[in-house]
């Protein structure tokens, strides 16, 4: 074959280009660690020496100061060369050390390290029928998007997406009944109970060991006498709500279509679906070429989200960048006559859908 000479200042621009993403792969599993390991949390409640910090946390205190540096050089942690001490800013706690924070991404670290336990699995979805199943995955999955969409939820849910749809933040207030369909951890329905104290909230999930974890959550969050978590599919659950919600899963199920129509016919009379989804710009060039998440989250889509649609019965394979004029086409072959964009992030799509 052919090969095109090649151009010395865009192969050394290509070259950086890869560098950096090296690099992020590396910091994403040393954040990990920090998380992992508790060095953030020790770092967070003031500076210390590799050796300080390897006994706060039990660890050895030569890969301490080894990773201490990478962290350094990554501008995570701040070092001070005089007392050789390292120390986390506000912010640096904020993000990595606090979960209770609004910014924190500490802990979602797990679902980029879920793909590296599960390689082979992934690489053989690529060589065979395209097809894995959320559930085949390394635990580290569930944790990890648990943890990467909770923050979002938290800051946002009920201060801005529930109150972008039509009237459902009044009837929240009242009380109503609200089902979160995919519900994983249960991170989403936590905080709208929490927000809520007169609605009932039930989880569904097809996972059996996810319901387990979000049992737990509600019971340490204190509200599992408003929410409850039941096993389900997308296409059998049981009851009729004023709400139906589907946060960042809808494009990880085999069949929306039909998963939009079951929820239409299990909505209460002037019920709502609110579709949070993957943040996408409709126009494929326009959206690689100016979506900063679109990288993350195809190749994300194409190791997790599309082969567990592709295990399903359908196989529709929407993708995590199916975008707002795709997912409405959904909905429209679902039977809904409204469907609007009613919020959006930088790092999601919120959708309202009515029958
Ligand atoms: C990306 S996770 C999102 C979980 C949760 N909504 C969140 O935002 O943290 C997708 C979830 O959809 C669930 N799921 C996938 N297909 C399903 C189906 N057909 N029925 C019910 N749940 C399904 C998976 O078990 C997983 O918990």
């Not at 050390?97 to 979602?108: C, I, K, L, M, Q």
């Given at each position: 074959m052919a090969q095109a000479a090649i151009d010395e200042a865009r192969m050394g621009e290509f070259m950086g280009r890869m560098a950096g993403y090296m690099t992020g792969g590396a910091i994403c599993f040393g954040v990990w660690l920090g998380d992992e390991l508790g060095l953030y949390r020790a770092l967070a409640e003031g500076a210390k020496t590799a050796e300080e910090l390897a006994k706060a946390t039990g660890c050895h205190a030569r890969l301490v100061r080894e990773w201490a540096d990478g962290q350094a050089a990554a501008g995570l942690v701040e070092p001070d060369p005089a007392a050789a001490t390292y120390r986390l800013s506000a912010e640096g706690a904020a993000a990595l050390?606090?979960?209770?924070?609004?910014?924190?991404?500490?802990?979602?670290?797990n679902a980029f390290l879920s793909v590296s336990i599960d390689h082979e699995k992934i690489a053989a979805a690529f060589r065979g029928n395209g097809a894995l199943s959320w559930g085949d995955h390394h635990p580290c999955l569930f944790n990890g998007t648990e943890w990467f969409f909770r923050t979002g939820y938290r800051a946002f849910l009920p201060n801005d997406w529930l109150p972008a749809l039509d009237g459902v933040d009044a009837k929240l207030r009242a009380g109503a009944s609200v089902a979160d369909v995919g519900c994983g951890h249960g991170a989403s329905a936590v905080v709208i109970a929490t927000a809520y104290p007169s609605s009932t909230v039930v989880g569904f999930d097809f996972h059996p060991a996810s319901i387990d974890t979000a049992r737990k959550r509600a019971a340490d969050a204190g509200v599992s006498d408003r929410v409850s978590f039941e096993l389900a599919d997308a296409k059998g659950y049981p009851g009729s709500y004023d709400l139906i919600c589907f946060f960042d899963c809808l494009h990880d199920m085999g069949d929306p279509v039909g998963i939009a129509a079951y929820a239409r016919e299990h909505l209460n009379p002037d019920g709502t679906v609110l579709l949070v989804e993957p943040f996408a710009i409709d126009d494929k060039s326009t959206n690689l070429a100016t979506n900063p998440m679109s990288a993350l989250f195809y190749t994300v889509s194409s190791a997790i989200c599309t082969p567990n649609s592709l295990s399903q019965e359908v196989g529709l394979g929407l993708g995590a960048q199916a975008g707002e004029g795709r997912l409405r086409e959904v909905f429209e072959q679902a039977g809904f006559s409204r469907f609007r964009r009613a919020a959006e992030t930088p790092m999601n799509l919120i959708l309202e859908a009515r029958a």
């Open positions: 050390a606090d979960d209770n924070s609004p910014v924190f991404v500490a802990r979602g670290m």
